[in-house]
């Protein structure tokens, strides 16, 4: 429901749809107020100067059926000649003062006739005046609701480059650079594509640019932290050594992580075997349930260790208390890691699998390291055909889902 409040495409249609009832109103405004009332009282005039004509021309029944087929007045005489009708339900001169039906279809007029009787005349011109305004009103709506049912479908086709723009988008969020959208118009729309095929291949080269000099970097760093590791060997036993060592071990290990993740880039580096998933997680100090005692999968094994030992360090930086579940469906096995930590802000969730992204600082009780676990993770799971996503308990703290293709 909120999607069609939100949505261009139904308000558009909302207002074909106001437009149209207001049109129809507006003519059905026009006939009653204006033109009915008009037309109603000039023919009621003509008609009483017309059948006192009639009347005095004091007709017969054979006279007055020629005038009911010849112009729709039926007539009822009551008088000394007798008493006769041109229709069964006209009235006589007693009652015709108490039907008064002139907005359903006739009036009833009395005129006194020459030879002392009284003629009732009924014209059934109203009558056909509301079949003709109902099959007005009735071809307006019919044509409206034609004209509303084409504007649908021209709008969905005319907005249709739109819905793939949202879609573009959606997809490009979700981190897959290689969105090309088909671009079959030459309007506004049309433009619009272009330009978001051409911003998705501007960001897709600029991503690969940042990809290949941290790679660069991690490379050409390798030579002179060797170096440093060998000159490191001439200095002195103490703190300060000991501090350098420290630094340069970490800085080894970033590098590692920065070509791991080169090496994990569209499915490379991962090579898949049948292994027991409930084995490998196991091997954590960590809690573990699982829906069956042994879950078979092809994974590689080492990365998937990687995996589970990553998502563990992270739920422990925030957290007292982390545990894994472990469940299966027909084609699918779902692994979450649930901690019992603060959570994750909400504007951080998004960003929470880029490299080198790190959640506040203050929100941990160890250091929160380089930002690459996570961002390895992801190309990890991505090379197994699986996804990885991170969402905030109900009651608290996190939970890592990662699904993987059984």
Same mark, same amino acid.
């Given at each position: 429901?909120?999607?069609?409040?939100?949505?261009?495409?139904?308000?558009?249609?909302?207002?074909?749809?106001?437009?149209?009832?207001?049109?129809?109103?507006?003519?059905?405004?026009?006939?009653?107020?204006?033109?009915?009332?008009?037309?109603?009282?000039?023919?009621?005039?003509?008609?009483?100067?017309?059948?006192?004509?009639? #009347? &005095?021309?004091? =007709?017969?029944? +054979?006279? *007055?059926?020629?005038?009911?087929? %010849?112009?729709?007045? !039926?007539?009822? $005489?009551?008088?000394?000649?007798?008493?006769?009708?041109? #229709? &069964?339900?006209? =009235?006589?001169? +007693?009652? *015709?003062?108490?039907?008064?039906? %002139?907005?359903?279809? !006739?009036?009833? $007029?009395?005129?006194?006739?020459?030879?002392?009787?009284?003629?009732?005349?009924?014209?059934?011109?109203?009558?056909?005046?509301?079949?003709?305004?109902?099959?007005?009103?009735?071809?307006?709506?019919?044509?409206?609701?034609?004209?509303?049912?084409?504007?649908?479908?021209?709008?969905?086709?005319?907005?249709?480059?739109?819905?793939?723009?949202?879609?573009?988008?959606?997809?490009?969020?979700?981190?897959?650079?290689?969105?090309?959208?088909?671009?079959?118009?030459?309007?506004?729309?049309?433009?619009?594509?272009?330009?978001?095929?051409?911003?998705?291949?501007?960001?897709?080269?600029?991503?690969?640019?940042?990809?290949?000099?941290?790679?660069?970097?991690?490379?050409?760093?390798?030579?002179?932290?060797?170096?440093?590791?060998?000159?490191?060997?001439?200095?002195?036993?103490?703190?300060?050594?000991?501090?350098?060592?420290?630094?340069?071990?970490?800085?080894?290990?970033?590098?590692?992580?920065?070509?791991?993740?080169?090496?994990?880039?569209?499915?490379?580096?991962?090579?898949?075997?049948?292994?027991?998933?409930?084995?490998?997680?196991?091997?954590?100090?960590?809690?573990?349930?699982?829906?069956?005692?042994?879950?078979?999968?092809?994974?590689?094994?080492?990365?998937?260790?990687?995996?589970?030992?990553?998502?563990?360090?992270?739920?422990?930086?925030?957290?007292?208390?982390?545990?894994?579940?472990?469940?299966?469906?027909?084609?699918?096995?779902?692994?979450?890691?649930?901690?019992?930590?603060?959570?994750?802000?909400?504007?951080?969730?998004?960003?929470?699998?880029?490299?080198?992204?790190?959640?506040?600082?203050?929100?941990?009780?160890?250091?929160?390291?380089?930002?690459?676990?996570?961002?390895?993770?992801?190309?990890?799971?991505?090379?197994?055909?699986?996804?990885?996503?991170?969402?905030?308990?109900?009651?608290?703290?996190?939970?890592?889902?990662?699904?993987?293709?059984?």
């Amino acid at each position: 429901m909120s999607k069609v409040r939100v949505s261009i495409f139904a308000k558009l249609v909302a207002i074909m749809l106001i437009m149209a009832i207001s049109l129809l109103g507006i003519v059905v405004a026009f006939f009653v107020l204006i033109v009915s009332p008009s037309m109603n009282h000039a023919a009621e005039a003509l008609f009483r100067e017309h059948i006192a004509r009639v #009347a &005095a021309n004091r =007709p017969n029944l +054979a006279a *007055a059926q020629h005038l009911a087929e %010849r112009a729709n007045i !039926h007539v009822r $005489y009551d008088g000394p000649a007798g008493s006769w009708a041109t #229709a &069964a339900w006209m =009235p006589s001169a +007693a009652e *015709a003062p108490n039907k008064v039906y %002139r907005f359903l279809g !006739h009036g009833y $007029y009395v005129v006194p006739a020459p030879d002392g009787g009284t003629y009732v005349f009924a014209w059934v011109f109203r009558r056909h005046m509301i079949t003709v305004h109902n099959v007005l009103l009735t071809l307006t709506l019919a044509i409206m609701v034609g004209v509303i049912v084409m504007t649908h479908f021209v709008l969905r086709r005319l907005l249709r480059p739109l819905l793939a723009l949202g879609d573009g988008v959606a997809r490009l969020s979700s981190g897959q650079l290689d969105v090309v959208l088909p671009n079959p118009t030459r309007d506004e729309f049309g433009t619009l594509t272009d330009a978001f095929n051409q911003m998705v291949g501007r960001v897709r080269d600029m991503i690969r640019a940042r990809d290949q000099l941290l790679l660069d970097v991690s490379h050409e760093l390798r030579s002179p932290i060797t170096r440093m590791r060998v000159a490191l060997e001439l200095v002195p036993d103490d703190q300060n050594r000991a501090l350098m060592k420290n630094d340069l071990a970490e800085m080894e290990l970033m590098i590692a992580e920065l070509l791991e993740l080169e090496r994990l880039r569209e499915g490379r580096g991962v090579s898949l075997a049948r292994q027991d998933l409930v084995a490998i997680v196991r091997e954590l100090p960590v809690r573990v349930t699982s829906s069956a005692p042994e879950i078979l999968v092809d994974i590689d094994a080492e990365r998937m260790r990687t995996v589970v030992r990553n998502l563990i360090e992270n739920a422990q930086k925030y957290a007292s208390h982390a545990e894994i579940d472990l469940s299966t469906t027909d084609d699918r096995v779902v692994m979450r890691v649930r901690d019992d930590g603060p959570g994750i802000p909400d504007s951080d969730l998004a960003s929470l699998f880029e490299p080198f992204f790190r959640v506040n600082r203050s929100r941990s009780k160890t250091p929160a390291g380089y930002g690459l676990g996570l961002s390895i993770c992801k190309r990890i799971v991505e090379a197994h055909g699986g996804t990885i996503t991170a969402e905030n308990n109900l009651g608290g703290g996190a939970t890592f889902t990662v699904t993987l293709p059984r």
